[in-house]
């Protein structure tokens, strides 16, 4: 495998990534859009990086924070839910810390909440005081029920969570919910949320000090490279002179468009690149401040 010397420096960079689940896919699928490319093992735990001397460690999510944090990997690709858990963690038990967030990815938006029963007439935060809270992310939670001055009892559970109030285990829990289904199934909703999370780019807190510096620098830029163009729409509409500053409002994540008079006249046809996605509702929001002829164009590639 590689060649690691003791005091820990080496010449590949080695990025671990979720061996299966909601994170899997999409992480391996964003690497190869920057251009990496390996040569699959037997095992299939480890894979030896082709393209560049960039190789994966195919790992439980969990497991992630803590091999960058003993330099068993260099980066990872893991929620921000797992990375920001086990950083709470670390500081309560009186560590340092080892691993921050690099950069958001963009893909595995989901939210950590509070769910309680169906039948329960939530009124609010207050209602928390004394009820037991299940949940596999109890740093998180008693920082936020800190934050809210509450004191409720955490449950802690390694799995299935949702199924604490009904096995009496729990009053209500505090879960990741990405589509709801989970929740649905087990006749409990969402009510108060405590970490909006989504993929991220993980990496130790210090900077690299031998080729892993370059390597980690090269594909930050890619990324954000494939990135700008995953998110990169083209917008185009018309519209008059008079209302194109208010149009411009609407488009805060987008450059400056390019406007040319349609035959000399005081309509203008505009194009805009967005940076974030153009939903049905922006689109709505810009015909009703008076542009027409809107239309979302995807990128295909960009040279600046
Ligand atoms: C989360 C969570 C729920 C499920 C919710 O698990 O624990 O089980 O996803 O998703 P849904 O709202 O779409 O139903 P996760 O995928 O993070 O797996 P893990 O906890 O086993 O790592
Ligand atoms: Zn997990």
New binding site residues.
């Given amino acids: 495998m590689n060649r690691t010397s003791n005091n820990g420096t080496r010449e590949r960079l080695r990025i671990a990534i979720?061996k299966s689940?909601?994170?899997s896919e999409p992480a391996r699928a964003l690497l190869s859009a920057c251009g990496l490319a390996w040569r699959e093992s037997r095992d299939r735990l480890f894979c030896y990086g082709e393209s560049l001397p960039v190789d994966l460690l195919l790992v439980?999510?969990?497991d992630i924070p803590g091999l960058i944090a003993d330099a068993v990997c260099d980066l990872g690709i893991v929620?921000r839910?797992?990375l920001q858990e086990q950083a709470g963690e670390r500081i309560a038990a009186g560590k340092e810390q080892a691993f921050r967030e690099w950069r958001a990815l963009g893909f595995g938006a989901?939210r950590l909440m509070l769910a309680v029963p169906e039948t329960w007439q939530w009124q609010g935060a207050a209602e928390l005081a004394g009820k037991r809270i299940a949940t596999?992310y109890p740093a998180l939670l008693a920082d936020w029920l800190r934050a809210q001055d509450i004191a409720a009892e955490i449950v802690q559970l390694s799995?299935s969570?949702?199924i604490a109030p009904r096995l009496g285990q729990a009053d209500l829990i505090c879960?990741?919910?990405?589509?709801?289904?989970?929740?649905?199934?087990n006749q409990l909703k969402p009510v108060e949320m405590v970490l909006q999370s989504e993929a991220v780019l993980a990496g130790p807190v210090a900077v690299f000090d031998d080729v892993r510096a370059e390597l980690a620098d090269l594909l930050l830029r890619r990324l954000e490279g494939v990135l700008k163009i995953r998110e990169g729409k083209l917008l185009l509409f018309q519209a008059s002179r008079e209302i194109v500053p208010s149009l411009i409002d609407l488009l805060p994540d987008a450059d400056p468009p390019i406007m040319t008079s349609i035959d000399g006249s005081d309509r203008l046809a505009l194009q805009a690149l967005c940076h974030s996605a153009v939903t049905w509702q922006r689109l709505e929001d810009l015909k009703r401040a008076g542009a027409a002829g809107l239309m979302v164009v995807p990128v295909e590639r960009m040279l600046a």
């Avoid at 879960?175 to 199934?185: E, F």
């Fill in positions: 979720q689940g909601r994170l439980r999510d969990d929620g839910n797992v989901c596999s799995g969570v949702e879960d990741l919910v990405s589509s709801g289904a989970t929740l649905a199934a």
